[in-house]
Nanobody, 114 residues
Framework: VQLQASGGGLVQTGGSLRLSCAAS????????VGWHRQAPGKQRELVAT???????RYSDSVKGRFTVSRDNAKNTAYLQMNSLKPEDTAVYYC?????????WGQGTQVTVSS
C-alpha cells in the first residue's frame, strides 16, 4: 500500500482547501482512512476518519468545518477544509491501518495566514 497526499498550500483565514489521498493497491476499499495533522512543536493529532462503510468522525477542533469523503472507484480519500483558521496550519497526513501495518502518506503542508 502506498498513500500519496496532495492539495496543501497557502490560504487566508476563512479560505478553503481540499486534500486528496491517492492509494495504490487493492486493499484501499476494505479499510478506514484517517487524516492526521502535525503542527510545529506539537504532537500529531487525528482530525478525521472515514470507515470502509463511509461512517465519518471528526475531532472537536474541526467538526463542522472539515468533511472527509472517499471515492473507492478512484482509490482516493478527500479532506475538504472550509473556514480555515491559522491554528489549522500543519502538515497533513493520510493513514490506513491494514491488518497490523500502518501506512502513511508523505504529508502535505497547509498554511493559513491571518
Amino acid at each position: 500500500v502506498q498513500l500519496q497526499a496532495s492539495g496543501g498550500g497557502l490560504v487566508q483565514t476563512g479560505g478553503s482547501l481540499r486534500l486528496s489521498c491517492a492509494a495504490s493497491g487493492s486493499t484501499f476499499t476494505n479499510y478506514a482512512v484517517g487524516w492526521h495533522r502535525q503542527a510545529p512543536g506539537k504532537q500529531r493529532e487525528l482530525v478525521a476518519t472515514i470507515s470502509k462503510s463511509t461512517i465519518t468522525r471528526y475531532s472537536d477542533s474541526v467538526k463542522g468545518r472539515f468533511t472527509v469523503s472517499r471515492d473507492n472507484a478512484k482509490n482516493t480519500a478527500y479532506l475538504q477544509m472550509n473556514s480555515l483558521k491559522p491554528e489549522d496550519t500543519a502538515v497533513y497526513y493520510c493513514h490506513q491501518l491494514v491488518g497490523l501495518r500502518d501506512y502513511w502518506g508523505q504529508g502535505t503542508q497547509v498554511t493559513v495566514s491571518s
